[in-house]
């Protein structure tokens, strides 16, 4: 039988290993919505997958479960990890991710810096608005 995992253990290695590939692993708690998944997992791509994670053996709690069946009913990606192995499989998933949507530097820019744009014609121009698009 294999030693048993705490959750301390493997919530700290996906945050470092998550962070490690350019994202954030994000520690939710909130006295409003109980049963949310431990870490909000941010990827570059703009991906975001919720994650629950469980010492060895143990499984999530009702309301764990009613919280983590909303997610999904939402079309949010869910995983629950009690184990080196399933956490090694996720990081192969966020990996493929991340491949998957690889930006280059310029993409960033044109992400972040919108193109200039023009009025149709006949449109009046709002003076600060004028000044701010040179």
């Known amino acids: 039988?294999?030693?048993?995992?705490?959750?301390k253990t493997l919530e700290a290695r996906l945050v470092r290993e998550i962070e490690a590939r350019g994202g954030m692993a994000l520690k939710y708690t909130s006295q409003f919505h109980r049963g949310i998944p431990d870490r909000i997992v941010l990827l570059p791509g703009g991906h975001t997958i919720f994650v629950e994670l469980k010492s060895t053996g143990q499984k999530p709690t009702k309301l764990q479960m009613h919280?983590?069946?909303?997610?999904?009913?939402?079309?949010?990606?869910?995983?629950?990890?009690?184990?080196?192995?399933?956490?090694?499989?996720?990081?192969?998933?966020?990996?493929?991710?991340?491949?998957?949507?690889?930006l280059k530097d310029d993409d960033f820019v044109d992400i972040l810096i919108?193109?200039?744009?023009?009025?149709?014609?006949?449109?009046?121009?709002?003076?600060?608005i004028a000044e701010n698009a040179n």
């Open 1 to 7: 039988m294999k030693p048993k995992e705490s959750e």
């Open 67 to 102: 919280a983590i069946r909303k997610l999904v009913k939402m079309g949010h990606s869910v995983y629950i990890i009690d184990r080196t192995g399933l956490l090694d499989s996720f990081l192969q998933f966020v990996d493929e991710i991340i491949r998957s949507h690889k």
């Open 114 to 128: 919108p193109k200039p744009w023009e009025l149709p014609k006949g449109l009046g121009v709002v003076p600060e």
